[in-house]
């Protein structure tokens, strides 16, 4: 294995067996790497990164863990060691073969997997043994849930993308995420915006094309695009800062919020909050995904860890309400109840408590088709609209499509020095 492809050339030097520490475009990481047998470890190399406030790049292709309590020992205590390291470094995890036993990949925060390893808590051959079944340890598959975040061709394409992947990022959680000059214009009018979504509230759009357009020169770094593909969320820069992008995307489920959904996205508000990193949110969700196997499978409990999540944000919270805001759902979706600091809405934004059909059935019970389209059409005048959400403060401003980016950047420099303390506590529970 070579990492001339992930540290820049000449950089790296060798600490104990197999980790070190090198540069990415000049700035400071450690490595550790894994390969063949797990025989046992040092995490010299972890505490040099957490003394020092540097990000951590494991990479493994790993065929098992020796069957020995030393062993077993090594592993317990690094996955300590990365435990504690969680939310002060960046921690990224690159599979390159196989990884079987030494399931330490799951204590970082991105998983950077090639698409053809395997990656297993239990050795396969265990499964086969107790379960009778073969054991479905591709990484292809992994992605597609929680337990990778990319899947990708080669060694080198992997390590090409952890060194983007770093590039948005602080080198830990005591300093700002770097700046990078930009020659697109903070005042770029987005006028696609308002082509992307469509009028009618019944048909989708991909948000992604809403996220290009805002962003600097429309580069954004998806994080798990395979998985929970109603909300999509990611990095980007607005005028050359580092921004946390998380939306609703009406392609799935109409953008409705489910399990995977709010899981995904409350570990990535987690995520960069605890690296300083402002977070923008794209709301378009007509709500929580009505299903009963949703409700009995934690859908409550996981809800309220979003909110969580948004409440104990520090950092600078800009939304946009691009269409529906819906429910709880929409509560839960970085809006002023849950502590975001900016919030715009488009002009022909709709709010209401479960969904507007909804709505005038519970307030009026049954009606003609022709008194429902009239209810309707009233509720939307007088109740469901954006003009009726800045009244009562829900939102701060309408503001037209075409001026969505310019408009999120005044905010985000205008919070640049925004201070919050949150009660002294140990940690939510």
Known sequence: MTLDVLLDEGSFSEIGKDAGFGTIDGRPVCVYYFKGLFEGCSTEVVDLALKTGTPLITIFDCEGIKISHNALADLANLLSKLSIASG?????????????????????????????????????????????????????????GENVHFV????????????????????????????????????????????????DPQKVYNVRDVITA??????????????????????????????????????????????????KIARFVRFCDAFNIPIVTFVDTPGYLPDNEQELSGLPYYATKLMQAY?????????????????????????????????YAYPNAEFAVTDIDTDVRLLHGELSEEERKRKLEEYRRWE?????????????????PKWTRSKIINALRMLETKRRKLPPKKHGT
């Open 214 to 263: 805002v962003v600097d020169d429309g580069d954004f770094l998806e994080i798990q695009p395979e998985f929970a593909q109603n909300a999509v969320v990611g990095f980007g820069r607005m005028d050359g800062v580092t921004v946390g992008i998380v939306a609703n995307n009406p392609m799935i489920y109409a953008g409705c919020l489910d399990l995977n959904a709010v899981k």
């Open 311 to 343: 409440v104990e944000a520090t950092v600078p919270l800009v939304t946009v309400i691009l269409r529906k805001a819906y429910g709880a759902a929409y509560l839960a979706m970085g809006s002023k109840f849950v502590g975001a600091d900016v919030v």
């Open 152 to 199: 990708v061709e080669s060694d080198e394409e992997a390590m090409t993308l952890a060194r983007r992947i770093l590039s948005y990022l602080p080198l830990n959680n005591m300093e700002d995420p770097p700046i990078t000059e930009t020659s697109d214009e903070p005042s770029r009018q987005t006028d696609q915006i308002a082509s992307i979504i469509p009028e």
């Open 384 to 400: 469901a609209n954006a003009n009726k959400a800045l009244e009562r403060r829900h939102v701060d401003a309408i503001i037209d």
């Open 88 to 144: 002060v470094i960046p921690r990224i995890s690159i599979i390159l073969g196989n990884c079987h036993g030494a399931f330490c990949y799951a204590e970082t925060d991105f998983v950077i997997a090639t698409k053809s390893c395997k990656l297993s808590v239990v050795m396969p051959d265990i499964i086969k043994l107790v379960t009778g079944k073969d054991a479905e340890v591709e990484g292809i598959k992994h992605v597609k």
